[in-house]
């Protein structure tokens, strides 16, 4: 990656957490297609003032609404084709390994090979359905070959949703498994739309506000965009980083990656993936690459921390390091284990540590142990933190964590090129992946970032090559801030695969641009209000941090 020099307060020294964990000085289910967003009033209709997207063919009607929030911020509305009557629901049947397989055993899937796809198909005739088989091609990336990345199975075509579903209670009772889906949502570069974005774009040259992170009042729990925003005061607000979700892959609400928040870093990198950085002012936002490494020490001796803020032995996201299962290297929506675990907590995550087996050293807030417990878990005295040790690592933290030792806890982050960063206290980083632009370039990184899954095309389908609701943020040539979301899983919103929200990115003039959660999480605020329609069947989703816009002081 090109060096990108971060433009942060300090340039050469790590986050020293010392004993408190705080920096020292230096440092689902598809939405109903009839579903709808309305804007606030006051916006006005406007033809596009910038090159049309880049989605299906040209000449497709497109407009653009544009209101200015506040000083500095504007927020635009583009709404691009219309419903294309080409589309249909149809039936996506799960695969079986099949006996031609080259692992009959495997659990079914969205994509196979062609032999296993045939073999279903067969069988789905034999049975009276009408199936086919469609191979799936993916396009190439900076860092993915693309082509062919397995074959589908698919079953009739309807020009309703409830059609299909009965479909699939017909293909589930005959002994099969499979979804509902829409062809709009495949990704053809030939379809009509429609698709509708919200950008929020900060101007440093007039901006007075601030641009914040937030993850509301602890780690460990989840709020909703527009609570965090309201208990802000913000004027507007996007979903950020990934997160745990499943009680069983951590802490719900736990960023599933880096998360600096008024400088203070909150939880551990995962494996060099893209962080997004904003400063208080909207000056300087930048899509960098970090990692991170951390200590705990006393009288002379240090041993390696694993993680900040998280429960031990689960990674979510991957990525933590050597002993890592399955793999040390970042793997998307995958939660790696470790039975050997040294990780910090600061009084940001929450009521209570989290418990289980192994050992917890407390400390106040002078890093003094007040007290090693033999099992994890409780409170923290005021101003104080903990360290948890799990397994082989139990035997070191019990001997160097001796009641009235006083122990030190350091953590360092580093850019791209290993050199120190250090954010000031106006500084926030939120996780993100993969990359999408690059210096003005598209540059999309799946492979990079763990969303190449080895022998699982089928997640990359989904998620990669499919189109979904996405939330993307970057910065154009004039350094502006440019938050994107493009609504998905309707009928009345198609969203956007990766490659198409790269071009997006890119067509609306920004220079760096990377992925944020999407999905069900794609979530904007403007003025107190959900202005988009987010896609889980619940409603609004509750996620791990928000970057929020607050008004101008005074």
């Known amino acids: 990656m090109k060096k990108k020099r971060l433009c942060w307060a300090a340039a050469a020294l790590g986050v020293a957490l010392a004993a408190t964990g705080l920096p020292g000085q230096a440092f689902a289910e598809p939405r109903p297609s009839n579903a709808r967003a309305t804007l606030p009033s006051g916006f006005l209709d406007l033809t596009a003032a910038r090159a049309a997207l880049p989605l299906g063919p040209s000449g497709l009607a497109e407009t653009r609404s544009t209101r200015t929030l506040q000083p500095g911020l504007t927020l635009t509305r583009i709404v691009r084709g219309a419903v294309d009557q080409k589309h249909r629901w149809t039936v996506e049947a799960s695969i079986p390994g099949g006996d031609t397989s080259p ?7 969205a994509l196979k090979d062609k032999a296993s796809a045939d073999e279903l198909v067969a069988g789905l005739r034999g049975d009276g359905f009408d199936a086919r ?38 293909m589930i009772n005959a002994g099969y498994s499979g979804s509902v889906t829409y062809t709009g949502w495949d990704g053809a570069t030939t379809d009509r739309g429609p698709w509708r974005l919200d950008v929020l774009t900060i101007d440093p040259r007039t901006f007075r506000g601030a641009l914040d992170a937030s993850y509301g009042p602890d780690i460990e729990n989840r709020e909703t965009v527009s609570a965090l925003a309201t208990d802000a005061g913000a004027v507007a607000a996007v979903n950020a980083g990934f997160f745990v979700l499943d009680p069983r892959s951590g802490a719900p609400g736990d960023p599933a990656g880096v998360g600096v928040y008024d400088g203070r870093l909150l939880s551990e990198t995962v494996g060099g993936r893209p962080g997004f950085v904003v400063q208080d002012d909207g000056r300087r936002t930048q899509v960098t690459r970090l990692t991170w490494e951390g200590t705990v020490s006393a009288n002379g001796t240090s041993l390696p921390l694993n993680g900040v803020n998280r429960v031990p032995g689960l990674i979510r996201n991957c990525g933590g390091g050597e002993g890592d299962s399955p793999t040390s290297l970042p793997l998307h929506d995958v939660t790696c284990t470790n039975p050997d675990q040294l990780v910090a907590f600061t009084p940001e995550y929450g009521a209570s540590t989290p418990q289980g087996e192994g050992v917890e050293a407390v400390l106040d807030s002078t890093g003094l142990v007040v007290e090693l417990r033999t099992a994890r878990g409780g409170s923290l005295p005021p101003g104080g933190s903990s360290v948890q040790a799990t397994g082989r690592h139990v035997a070191t933290l019990t001997a160097l964590a001796r009641p009235g030792a006083r122990l030190s806890v350091e953590t360092t982050l580093r850019d791209d090129q290993g050199d120190p960063v250090t954010p000031g206290p106006g500084t926030d980083i939120v996780n993100a992946g993969p990359e999408l632009v690059r210096d003005g370039n598209v540059h999309i ?110």
């Open 103 to 109: 692992d009959p055993d495997a659990p079914p899937t």
């Open 133 to 170: 088989a469609e191979r799936v091609t993916t396009p190439r990336t900076a860092d993915y070959a693309g082509g062919t990345l397995g074959w589908r199975v698919r079953i009739g075509s309807f020009t309703s949703q409830s059609a299909a579903t009965t479909e699939r209670t017909r």
């Open 445 to 554: 990184t799946p492979a990079t970032d763990g969303m190449v899954h080895p022998g699982d095309p089928s997640w990359y389908y989904g998620w990669v090559h499919k189109r979904n609701p996405r939330t993307v943020a970057g910065t154009d040539a004039a350094g502006r801030t440019v938050l994107i979301t493009a609504d998905g899983r309707s009928t009345n919103s198609l969203g956007l695969s990766i490659t198409e929200s790269a071009k997006v990115a890119r067509s609306l003039g920004l220079r760096d641009a990377v992925n944020l959660d999407g999905g069900g999480s794609t979530t904007m605020v403007a003025n107190g209000r959900v202005i988009n329609v987010p896609s889980d069947a619940a409603g609004e989703r509750p996620v791990g941090d928000a970057l929020l816009i607050l008004p101008r002081e005074g």
